[in-house]
């Protein structure tokens, strides 16, 4: 994903660091849909020993984190894992009666970033990875068909890793303006964070160096002339140089940032362990299939393979639809 490649390579490099740091684990979900609206989910999350652990977890955090708790419904079993070290398995099943079940299975599948009870876990509580699952039967032209949606997204992880990013600007902002009414101070953080989001969702982080500095120069000057019209009635004399710098070093002036991997481990270590979660989503459908966006296919199964950090900007979504005989 280009915001993969590019705003989290350049910014945030300790990233990767951080993810490998603490052993690979595959998310297995597959889904058998009968004709009859029937069917089966089993759910198989499988992490193998690592000689890192560098999150310094517990197994019941772990297992809070990754929403795979007995209360969730998993079994836990120990197996032989691929590289010949042990693996920790956790498995879940659900049977699938009729139509109208399919949609209970929304929000089923969560990566929690927090733990309530842990560091940040007040002020990220809310930041966590789920799913969303739509079954709908319909008769066309084609005749009777089934049309399988599931869409992986964040709840609120941009808006922290942007409030991240802005931490300096907030600093400079609330020791400088000091007089300035709180709801202006307030416009101004905003203003830098709004800027952030703008830049992220239009993928202009994947540039050069010097690319940078010449693509962001005008944006840089914008955000100077709001800000300093800001601050110009209680702050006179304030130079508009001084914001432009700010701006010039959120924007452009990227550096590796030693500091964020020890924010992602103390305040969202379910995000770094969804950064090291490959999901691989098998469906069956009934009948032919006459559309998907699947990666691949084995046979009649569609398969899909991707990573949570891919959902960051805009979920993840597989799309599937077949012709049922009638």
Known sequence: MRFWRGYLRAHWALLSVTLLSVGCMEYEVTTNLNPDGSGIRTEKLVLEDSDDDELGLSAEAFKSLMHVREVDGFQYSEQAGESGSEAHVFARETRIRGWDEWRALSGRIQIVAAAAAGAGGAEYADVRFENALTVDRRQSAEGRTLEVRERFYWNNLMGALIDYEARGFTRFVESRFSRLRPELRGELIGLAKGALWATAQQGRW?????????????????????????????????????????????????????????????????????????????????????????????????????????????????????????
């Open 206 to 326: 994947d540039l050069g160096d010097s690319e940078r500095a010449e693509a962001f120069a005008p944006l840089v000057e914008h955000l100077a002339d709001r800000a300093l019209g800001l601050v110009r009635d209680r702050y006179p004399r304030f130079g508009r140089e001084s914001f432009a710098a700010q701006f010039r070093g959120m924007l452009v002036e990227l550096e590796e940032d030693e500091d964020f991997e020890d924010f992602l481990e103390s305040n969202l270590p379910g995000a770094v362990l969804a950064g090291n979660t490959q999901f691989v989503v098998r469906l069956n459908l009934p009948g032919q299939v006459l559309e998907s966006n699947a990666h691949k296919r084995d046979g009649a199964t569609l398969i899909w393979e991707f990573s949570p950090w891919d959902a960051v900007l805009v979920p993840v979504e597989l799309l599937a639809r077949s012709r049922v005989p009638e």
